[in-house]
Nanobody
Framework: QVQLVESGGGLVQAGGSLRVSCASSGLTFISYAMAWFRQTPGKEREFVAGISWTGGNQYYADSVKGRFTISRDNAKMTQYLQMNSLKPEDTAVYYC????????????????WGQGTQVTVSS
């Protein structure tokens, strides 16, 4: 049974930093591209960042480029999202996702999802 479990969300002031993690189990981690999406009430889930199975290629939404960094540790089957210079508009539930082989910005193309972790940025 595949499980993706996020952790590390919370409340932070604008300008602060937070790191969220996603621990995976039950899948061949190195065969999957990993990504982070986020969602706020009434809005569609949006792509935040993605990373290739080797970790050698990272992709970012324009809104987070230069502030967020995605990484992965294949030995630990865990991916991370380091979020710096946080803004109130970054407030959302952040979801971890896995897709066979390649990163894709469309959430419907992902195979597995975590349950989400809330990130709240106060102004």
């Amino acid at each position: 049974q595949v499980q993706l479990v996020e952790s590390g969300g919370g409340l932070v002031q604008a300008g602060g930093s937070l790191r969220v993690s996603c621990a995976s189990s039950g899948l061949t981690f190195i065969s999957y591209a990993m990504a982070w999406f986020r969602q706020t009430p009434g809005k569609e889930r949006e792509f935040v960042a993605g990373i290739s199975w080797t970790g050698g290629n990272q992709y970012y939404a324009d809104s987070v480029k230069g502030r967020f960094t995605i990484s992965r540790d294949n030995a630990k089957m865990t991916q991370y999202l380091q979020m710096n210079s946080l803004k109130p508009e970054d407030t959302a539930v952040y979801y971890c996702a896995a897709r066979w082989e390649r990163v894709d910005p469309s959430p419907q193309n992902y195979d597995y999802w975590g349950q989400g972790t809330q990130v709240t940025v106060s102004s």
